[in-house]
Antibody
Framework: QVQLKETGPDLVQLTQTLSITCTVSGFSLSTYNVHWVRQPPGKGLEWMGA???????DYNSAFKSRLSISRDTSKSQVFLKLNSLQTDDTAKYFCARHTGGYNYHYFDYWGQGVMVTVSS | DIQMTQSPSSLPASLGERVTIICRASQGISYNLNWYQQKPDGTIKPLIYYTSNLQSGVPSSFSGSRSGTDYSLTISSLEPEDFAMYYCQQDASFPYTFGAGTKLELK
């Protein structure tokens, strides 16, 4: 069955770089897109960026040049790197599979998320 | 960016009640509106995609519709497992954006 699982640190220091891995199973990264979404404690969801099945990426401009998404299809892994961390980057980070048809798309499977705290 | 204004932010309701949550887009999104449910343990699942299409496995008590720039999620008869957070999301243009969420709670 389709599964996504995020792994990463619980705690990261201010100004450092956050690295999270999303390991997927039950589908191929060459067929489906995987996106990243985050959720600060007690707040709503924020779309961060996308890894498309063809290998391209798109990013939310809110993260300017701090965000990088990559993948290793042979290992079924998608990677998120967010640098210059600030305290407001404290959040639960989710990866989600993105699917759809000709003119519609949505997130049909989500990981459980990984909670990351940025500490000074 | 397209702003999604979701209301209400909190919705007290009773078992068996019919409830509706609304999302209004700041510009046209051409039916590209999805709904998600987030349980207290944090797990997120899709409910409705492309305004009115029911995700496989989701009870038929859930439905979605559009009226102008307003998109609605309706639950026809609340069950205990329906009390959760609900979010709308537009995928008409980047960046994808979500509504602020509606907490459906037991009255």
């Amino acid at each position: 069955q389709v599964q996504l699982k995020e792994t990463g640190p619980d705690l990261v220091q201010l100004t450092q770089t956050l690295s999270i891995t999303c390991t997927v199973s039950g589908f191929s990264l060459s067929t489906y897109n995987v996106h990243w979404v985050r959720q600060p404690p007690g707040k709503g969801l924020e779309w961060m960026g996308a890894m498309w099945n063809g290998g391209g990426t798109d990013y939310n401009s809110a993260f300017k040049s701090r965000l990088s998404i990559s993948r290793d299809t042979s290992k079924s892994q998608v990677f998120l790197k967010l640098n210059s961390l600030q305290t407001d980057d404290t959040a639960k980070y989710f990866c989600a599979r993105h699917t759809g048809g000709y003119n519609y798309h949505y997130f049909d499977y989500w990981g459980q998320g990984v909670m990351v705290t940025v500490s000074s | 960016d397209i702003q999604m204004t979701q209301s209400p932010s909190s919705l007290p309701a009773s078992l068996g009640e019919r409830v509706t949550i609304i999302c209004r887009a700041s510009q046209g999104i051409s039916y590209n509106l999805n709904w998600y449910q987030q349980k207290p343990d944090g797990t997120i699942k899709p409910l409705i995609y492309y305004t009115s299409n029911l995700q496989s496995g989701v009870p038929s008590s859930f439905s979605g519709s559009r009226s102008g720039t307003d998109y609605s999620l309706t639950i026809s008869s609340l069950e205990p497992e329906d009390f959760a957070m609900y979010y709308c999301q537009q995928d008409a243009s980047f960046p994808y954006t979500f509504g602020a969420g509606t907490k459906l709670e037991l009255k």
